[in-house]
């Protein structure tokens, strides 16, 4: 299986502030067809995670420009900038492209 | 707009075979995919197993023995049946959708206890 190390566990940050979440995995996630698949996803309290990037760099419908994610291959980066309340919570990485897909252990985003 | 409920008993004893049920609108399973998803309290997520638009199936190894993914179409639901439970099966079940999971259901809470 592929196993998904993100970094850090917890993060805490200031409102405004930036975060930065890694993720890197056993081995590359290039598809056979070229695609990448690697996505992130904020849990908050009590709720369901919601998609935040798909495929590495594409925000999902609806997501702030504040979210970006970049990398390639192996290792891969959510970055946040100018945090704010509603961005707080579990941020998890999955990836999709062999089976079983694996999720990352998740970093909690929390206020310093 | 797209959305997708799961439902099921929230007590499973032991040794027991949990039945859960993903009813999804303003999607078709025909042009979609449905994973099923669990987390434990205070864990992290395990994708469990997916069905695909096609009707074929794809399951953790870990699970695959115990799992099974089905549909019917014409009522918009995707079932998981899974047994042999045993109490780190407690879990909060998800289903998303597609290869993305862009929607998620609210989850169910199931808990395996005698």
């Known amino acids: 299986d592929v196993v998904m190390t993100q970094t850090p566990v917890s993060l805490p940050v200031s409102l405004g502030g930036q975060a930065s979440i890694s993720c890197r995995s056993s081995q590359s996630l290039v598809h056979s067809n070229g695609n990448t698949y690697l996505h992130w996803y904020l849990q908050k309290p009590g709720q369901s995670p919601q998609l935040l990037i798909y495929r590495v760099s594409n925000r999902f419908s609806g997501v702030p420009d504040r979210f970006s994610g970049s990398g390639s291959g192996t290792d891969f980066t959510l970055k946040i900038s100018r945090v704010e309340p509603e961005d707080l919570g579990d941020y998890y990485c999955?990836?999709?492209?062999?089976?079983?897909?694996?999720f990352g252990a998740g970093t909690k985003l929390e206020l310093k | 707009q797209v959305q997708l409920k799961e439902s099921g008993p929230g007590l499973v004893q032991p040794s027991q075979t949990l039945s859960l049920t993903c009813t999804v609108s303003?999607?078709?399973?025909?042009?979609?995919?449905v994973s099923w998803i669990r987390q434990p309290p205070g864990k992290g997520l395990e994708w469990m197993g997916v069905i695909w638009s096609n009707g074929g199936t794809d399951y953790n190894s870990a699970i695959k023995s115990r799992l099974s993914i089905s549909r019917d179409t014409s009522k918009s639901q995707v079932f998981l049946k899974m047994n042999s439970l045993q109490t780190e099966d407690t879990a909060m079940y998800f289903c998303?959708?597609?290869?993305?999971?862009?929607?998620w259901g609210q989850g169910v809470m199931v808990t395996v206890s005698s």
């Open positions: 998303a959708r597609g290869k993305y999971f862009d929607y």
């Open positions: 999955l990836q999709s492209t062999h089976f079983p897909y694996t």
């Open positions: 303003g999607l078709s399973l025909t042009s979609n995919s």
